[in-house]
């Protein structure tokens, strides 16, 4: 039997009818945040014009739990075709330039896709889901409206996180290129957070809630998984403050993501191939 989570999802997260709520606003922005978002916009829009159909803000600026110093400027940009090579240069230069020009952000990171691809079958439960449920419009097309409305169910959990196979296999290769400090403690954060992400969503339709903090969605997997919940507790706060130990990272891809990654196929299935 397991303990009761320490917080009811359903009350801030889901609506009356049982639909995960969006997360984020325009009107949740820090203040201290408010140029970097302004310069953000007028900046995406010089580079790819009427090429962009709408850009979007997420994580905690648009939620408004960011950090001076401390926290990233996430980005989603939809393009009206595919984006090649140089789009992605583009957007990683645009990042490298507000992150020189705003030091209250620790870096820029741009997801960058087509209005096809998001709004395609393949993606509704998972891109498509990230734009209705966890995305803040910033400029532009708000693709929210032509997608459905969410339920924390397992075909959601499967589609957002049933691949966690394939990304050990990624991190695999990763970690023996990692070789500076700095470059562990960047691998240390982002294979963190996506672990701590994986064992809620591992939960969530039994826990019938969303949450996007760390720290509660590792408090939730614990009351489901006590035996794992120091392990997922640890992860959450490499989230937020990570260190550069090999050793962290070795435990990750050895023992933690390979019991994940068998167990949410167990009980959610296997995340729809991609091209």
């Not at 917080?7 to 995960?20: N, P, T």
């Not at 995406?44 to 850009?55: D, E, K, Q, S, Y």
């Not at 980005?75 to 209250?104: I, K, M, N, W, Y």
């Not at 959601?156 to 700095?182: F, K, M, S």
Request: hydrophobic share 40%; net charge negative.
């Amino acid at each position: 039997m397991v303990s009761t989570p320490l917080h009811d999802g359903r009350g801030r997260s889901l609506d009356s009818q049982g639909y995960i709520r969006r997360e984020g606003a325009l009107g949740l922005v820090p203040e201290a945040f408010g140029p970097v978002v302004d310069a953000a916009r007028a900046r995406l829009l010089g580079v790819f014009g009427t090429r962009m159909t709408g850009a979007y803000l997420y994580g905690s600026i648009p939620r408004g739990t960011a950090r001076v110093g401390r926290s990233d400027l996430d980005l989603l940009v939809v393009l009206r075709e595919e984006p090649t090579e140089a789009d992605h240069g583009d957007v990683r230069a645009l990042g490298e330039a507000l992150g020189e020009d705003f030091r209250q952000i620790d870096g820029v990171g741009t997801l960058l896709f087509s209005r096809a691809r998001l709004l395609s079958d393949l993606e509704t439960y998972d891109l498509g889901w990230f734009v209705a449920c966890l995305c803040t419009s910033l400029v532009g097309e708000d693709l929210a409206r032509y997608l459905p409305r969410y339920r924390p169910d397992s075909r959601l959990a499967r589609e957002t996180n049933g691949d966690l196979a394939l990304h050990l296999e990624r991190w695999r290769t990763r970690i023996p290129e990692a070789v500076t400090e700095e470059a562990r403690r960047t691998l240390v954060r982002g294979v963190s957070r996506h672990l701590v992400r994986t064992g809620f969503t591992l939960v969530m339709p039994r826990w019938n809630g969303w949450t996007s903090d760390l720290a509660e969605m590792a408090e939730v997997f614990a009351a489901y998984y006590p035996e794992r919940a120091d392990q997922l507790r640890a992860a959450a706060v490499l989230g937020h403050e990570p260190n550069g130990d090999p050793a962290v990272l070795r435990s990750y891809v050895d023992d933690l993501g390979p019991w994940l990654a068998e167990e949410y196929a167990r009980v959610h299935g296997v995340k729809a191939p991609r091209p």
